[in-house]
């Protein structure tokens, strides 16, 4: 029997680690945000689209947010 979470959605299991002879891809954690506020740092990336970098701190927050894979009220994965 699967666990269910909030809203009864199932609840999500840690995503594996995924590795090639090139690249290794693994789950979004809140940690990630120590390195890639410096990728996301350049103004030019926001040219286009609007808003400017993020903060580490905003960073860091919304990869939390993410991280918890469902939305504020928990009805959405």
């Known amino acids: 029997m699967r666990k269910t979470g909030l809203a009864g959605l199932p609840e999500?299991?840690?995503?594996?680690?995924?590795?090639?002879?090139?690249?290794?891809?693994e789950p979004l954690r809140a940690a990630h945000a120590d390195e890639m506020v410096v990728v996301l740092s350049d103004p030019w990336l926001y040219r286009y689209t609007g808003g400017a970098p993020p903060t580490h701190d905003?960073?860091?927050?919304?990869?939390?947010?993410?991280?918890?894979?469902?939305?504020?009220?928990?009805e959405e994965r």
């Open 12 to 25: 999500l299991a840690e995503a594996p680690l995924l590795e090639g002879s090139r690249l290794v891809l």
């Open 58 to 74: 905003e960073l860091r927050a919304r990869y939390e947010r993410q991280v918890k894979g469902r939305s504020p009220a928990g």
